[in-house]
């Protein structure tokens, strides 16, 4: 059974950085998806960025574009998430998903493609 665990989220000000992880047990990462989605409170669960090691495939929502950053270590079986000029709409539960089936590329995919999911991670911004 795979488990992902997600790392790094903490309360920043707006402009700020943070650099979230996502380590994987169970399952290996080679030429599969992997997302990471967010849900603020009130808001309905937001795709965020995903990326297919298959084809070095990524994609960001337009509200994160130039400032996220979704990369991958296969080595370390870890997916990270870097955001930069933190804004406070951006202010979430964050979560790591996977996909098993070795499938991709993956930006178009719903929520409910990925398998797997981690507890989430939570960011705060402050202005």
């Known amino acids: 059974q795979a488990q992902l665990v997600e790392s790094g989220g903490g309360s920043v000000q707006a402009g700020g950085s943070l650099r979230l992880s996502c380590a994987a047990s169970g399952y290996t990462f080679g030429n599969k998806c992997m997302g990471w989605f967010r849900r603020a409170p009130g808001k309905e669960r937001e795709k965020v960025a995903t990326?297919?090691?298959?084809?070095?495939?990524?994609y960001y929502t337009d509200s994160v574009k130039g400032r996220f950053t979704i990369s991958h270590d296969n080595a370390k079986n870890t997916v990270y998430l870097l955001m930069n000029n933190l804004k406070p709409e951006d202010a979430a539960m964050y979560y790591c998903a996977a996909d098993p089936r070795g499938a991709g590329p993956c930006g178009t995919w719903f929520p409910n493609a990925f398998s797997y999911w981690g507890q989430g991670t939570p960011v705060t911004v402050s202005s």
């Open positions: 990326i297919y090691s298959g084809a070095s495939s990524a």
